[in-house]
């Protein structure tokens, strides 16, 4: 039961943390693609920011993936 | 180990052990056999391939970068010299658009954690298993575990980004004061009257700095990490699996360099951003 128990966590963690990083990462890029074709010339400033702020929206995803990897691997076995 | 025949789950966790030496619970000191000696050791286990890895490149960063210094030249450049010039001139583009103030501080340190992240991620595209083959049973013997990715360790993350947080500390204090700084934590957003709220919240968010910027790393590495011990995996099945995993093998390790660059670039972006706050008065 432990065990199923664990391996439901980590589901549960990978889960949400997928349709958290999806839903801001796929919003952001839609205003990268807006501001990309209002303003062709400033793509190169824009693809900076978006990585940025890509790297910052898919934080606490990564560290629930990192986490439920852990527990799915290293704890449960 | 004694037999030769790993299960899956034996393989994963095998590659995902640390090299740990430490105390054991009878007193002596020794090399852990496997996780559980690992964990039994507590506080005083030292994971030496995280650490020997980590310094061994930042040994080399630093040597090729004082190669790259010591041959420059102001005729035709050659190739470290490029390569250095263009690094150096990004990391100073990034420090100029994100730092108002004056610290000669903050470039070097942008261009320290940008370089040596990047190459403790490097070491991610190394094949899983050629290195701790080398090394260990199959090869030279000398050792049973090997995770050649220094940020694959939270203790290498969590090391790194106590260190920004220390910079963070003593930076507010020097600029703004003891009084200042303290000021800064407990009279906003709201007034004097809500002390204890505005604390309770500006602490939340400055402890998350570090902690974030640690994890952030951490979780990356280790997912793409567990991804290239997944994909290894296939290699035991059969001919037409370990094939098929050969491609995966590739098209994830193109899409983890894009990862790789981009983890190290917004580690030292948040640093320098994090700097930044910490040199500015709010108001």
Redesign the interface.
Known sequence: MEQALLYVAAALMLGFGAMGAAIGIGTLGGKFLEGAARQPELIPVLRTQFFVVMGLVDAVPMIAVGLAMYVMFAVAG | MASETLTT?EY??HH?TNLTFGRLPDGGWAFAHN?DEAASMGFWAFHVDTLGWSAALGVFFVLLFRQAAKGATAGVPSGIQNFAESVIEFVDSSVRSSFSSRNPLVAPLALTIFLWVFLMNLMDLVPVDWIPWALGDHGLGIVHFMKVVPTTDPNATFGMAFGVFFLILFYSIKIKGVGGFAAELTLQPLGKWFLPFNFVLEGVGLIAKPV?LS??L???M??GE?IFILIALMYGASIAVGTFGVLLQLSWAIFHILIIT??A??FM??TIVYLDMAHQEHH
């Open positions: 789950s994963i966790r995902l996780a974030s994890l952030r951490f979780g990356n280790y997912a567990m981009l983890q670039f917004i972006t948040l």
